[in-house]
């Protein structure tokens, strides 16, 4: 048998609703990001099977409160140690259950073969009378209505509701529910190839259906997400993916000739390439991050886009590591942050997110701007960008930077609508326009 042959037949015994439980176990018992986790059950399965155990995994981790809360109530105690593993194998079956289209029965049979994948199987009875008692419950109770917490009910942590009540009074469901949805897919055109228009025809030849242009970035939304190889030319370096409100920074930072940029907190690079996409003709582009693995990213994108870039895996606030002495006359500092603008993307940032780091996340933002802002030429431009819904990343840290900085001048940002009095930046919240949640301020030195 070749090997391909025997990674083939590998595959086939593979069990997928074992690799979700396994992998969520790893994202909520262990810490582990879902981004690094996913990757390595995939690399365990068929190409057909990676969106399944995608499919599956993020719906858990979206649905994680409500799944527990349904498993909780066919329990007579909880699964702990080294059983612990057959807790994620039931939210994976009752999430199967409720939000997806496999039968009943094959949701049931499969969950219950991947006890023995999982060595145990031992766990086979328990696994099969709590999936078939939740289906015989949910038939029985539906009518009934029952006070959930709002954890359950929204499927968030009870810290993280407690901020977005506080912040945003009126929109804070709206934000919520927003999360709970599997988010769109957006495309970014290669200036250097074509312009967004003629990508929009190619598209429309290849019968890819457009849901919508983003009218400022020409940010291109599909219909329905597919695998990106499908998408014209993208191998070729004439397109990329990127979330419409993360297209937005290019824009904003406006680059212009002969400019000596840094992009600071880089990886994976998608901001990177945008601005040499649109400003090839600007004198040099430093890259920086401050992990090393995160910029192989960096490097594979401007790589399959034909671009260039001083890439260097370096600490933003310590610039006396890395930096040559060379001011900038623009700087992106897309900073460090809670990523609670992108939590539909990533499900996962809901639990391994806490309260108490927000606060060091603050310091640390503070900390990055006033070194970087050193680095800035006068009359040069910073734009100050995070993937957060939260004041206290946003607003409220660039009204404390300009309140220390006299020559830090807040200037005024195109949203294409009307910014309300007062405002500091631009916030948008998850599904504005069907975009990520993401802040951007525009910050020009004066002297």
Known sequence: ????????????????????????????????????????????????????????????LRYLPELEHDVRALM????????????????????????????????????????????NRHMKALVNGVLRNFIRASETTASKAEVLSDAVRFCHPGWFIKKVQQSYPVEWQSI???????????????????????????????????????????????????DVIKLPGFEQGWASIQDGAAQQAARLLDCQ??????????????????????????????????????????????????????????????????????????????APCSGTGVIRRHPDIKWLRKASD??????????ILKEIWSLLKPGGTLLYATCSILPQENAEQVKYFIEHHTEAQLLPIDNGESLEKGDIGWQLLPGDKNMDGFYYAKLLKTM
């Open 1 to 60: 048998m070749t090997t391909q042959a025997q990674q083939v037949q590998k595959q086939k015994q593979v069990n997928i609703r074992a690799l979700a439980a396994k992998c969520c176990y790893s994202v909520i018992d262990q810490g582990r990001s879902l981004g690094d986790e996913l990757p390595r059950q995939q690399d365990k399965v068929n190409l057909k099977d990676k969106g399944l155990l995608q499919e599956i995994c993020y719906g858990v």
């Open 76 to 119: 007579q105690k909880p699964l702990t140690g080294k059983q612990r593993v057959f807790h994620f194998l039931l939210l994976v079956g009752v999430y199967q259950i409720k939000y997806m289209r496999i039968p009943d029965h094959a949701a049931i049979n499969e969950t219950v073969s991947a006890t023995s994948a999982l060595k």
């Open 176 to 226: 919520l529910d927003a999360n709970q949805q599997k988010p769109p897919m957006w495309i970014r055109a290669n200036e250097q190839h074509q312009s967004s228009a003629d990508y929009q025809k190619l598209l429309e030849t290849a019968e890819l259906s457009i849901a919508s242009i983003e009218p400022l970035s020409q940010a291109i939304e599909l219909t329905r997400p597919i």
């Open 257 to 334: 000739p002969n400019d000596i940029v840094l992009d600071c907190c880089a990886a994976p690079g998608g901001k990177t390439c945008h601005i040499l996409e649109n400003t090839p003709d600007i004198a040099s582009m430093t890259a920086i991050d401050v992990e090393a693995s995160r910029l192989v990213r960096v490097e594979e994108n401007l790589k399959r886009l034909g671009l260039t870039a001083n890439v260097i895996a370096a600490d933003a606030a310590d610039s006396k590591s890395w930096w040559q002495g060379q001011l900038f006359d623009r700087i992106l500092l897309d």
């Open 358 to 367: 927000i606060d060091t996340l603050v310091l640390l933002q503070r900390q």
